[in-house]
């Protein structure tokens, strides 16, 4: 922390109150509730963008983590199990069953 380097006290003291008065203002600040996207006439892709992160955000990392390299980065079954040193089938099981759950997640929000 800086403190008064023997200069003018007059312009050091009025800095401490400037930043204080900031800080006030800052802390003060009202956070408006975000619109719904309806309201803002958002497409329907929008919408159901939206609710596919908050379903892959709530899943385990691992399905979600899987569920990201095939269907967002388009890697092969082969691909993502030389990456994870797993065999080919037990990602495709892996895959199965975190699709079932994001479905599962995916159809309650809907």
Do not use: C
């Not at 930043?19 to 203002?25: G, K, Q, S, Y």
């Not at 092969?76 to 994001?102: D, H, I, N, Q």
């Amino acid at each position: 922390m800086l403190g008064w380097r023997g200069e003018s006290p007059a312009a050091w003291l009025l800095s401490i109150a400037r930043n204080v008065l900031i800080d006030h203002f800052r802390r003060r600040r009202a956070e408006l509730p975000l619109p719904n996207p309806e309201e803002l006439g958002a497409p329907e892709w929008a919408t159901d963008a939206i609710a596919v992160r908050d379903v892959l955000d709530r899943l385990p990392e691992q399905a979600r983590r899987l569920l990201v390299l095939v269907y967002f980065e388009g890697f092969s079954l082969a691909e993502v199990a030389a990456m994870t040193g797993r065999s080919t089938s037990s990602v495709k099981t892996a895959l199965w069953r975190a699709r079932a759950a994001f479905a599962e997640m995916y159809g309650a929000v809907r």
